[in-house]
């Protein structure tokens, strides 16, 4: 990445920052409203640190918008149904350690957020843990899936699903040599 070059979450947080001022809230409140310590919202939009998807669907929640307009800057149009074609979906380049692909981004409304995620293969020492308000369904496509919850290491398979809760510290890494894919369901 050359030094002029801005990261994806950079992107978002000015947006994140100005719906908040938007709907007349402070940082504190949309903490609160989000279940989100109030240090980590002011990091959130501060633009230096990578902002979970998971708390950004709750902000757009609280201020009643779609995660899309926090995610792209554009309005969602579709709410009858949205139709995503194979190999397509809304880039979302939220962490470095994995590939996003919004499934459902043209959707208004949306209770869930579906992505498809792709997880390169990584040495234990490279794990990096996240945690963050809400619960995920994780449902493999392809490839073997190692993640770490808390201190239990479980391994996904195709056709394996996974429900949990997002609080826990969770970190993934792909197996067997190959990068893995998986549906990813985020409420």
């Known amino acids: 990445m050359s030094p002029i070059e801005t990261k994806p979450f950079q992107e978002i947080a000015p947006r994140l920052k100005a719906l908040r001022e938007a709907v007349d809230l402070t940082v504190r409140e949309l903490a609160e409203k989000t279940g989100t310590e109030i240090q980590k919202a002011k990091l ?7 902002i979970p998807v998971s708390y950004l669907f709750k902000v757009a929640q609280v201020c009643g918008v779609d995660l899309t307009v926090l995610l792209s800057g554009g ?17 979302v380049d939220r962490r470095k350690d994995y590939g996003y692909k919004s499934l459902a981004y043209r959707f208004i409304g949306r209770k869930m957020e579906p992505f498809l995620v792709t997880v390169p293969v ?66």
């Not at 309005?75 to 880039?91: C, I, W």
């Not at 073997?144 to 239990?152: A, D, K, V, W």
């Open 122 to 187: 990584k040495e234990e020492d490279e794990l990096t843990f996240s945690d963050h308000p809400g619960q995920e369904f994780i449902h493999m496509v392809e490839g073997t899936l190692e993640i770490r919850l808390g201190r239990n290491v479980l391994t996904l398979s195709p056709g394996d699903s996974l429900y949990f809760d997002s609080h826990t510290p969770h970190a993934l890494r792909a197996l067997g040599g190959a990068e893995c894919r998986f549906l990813d369901v985020i409420i």
């Open 44 to 50: 959130y939009e501060s633009g230096s640190v990578e």
């Open 75 to 91: 309005d969602a149009h579709l709410k009858a149904y949205t139709l995503v074609k194979a190999g397509q979906g809304l880039t």
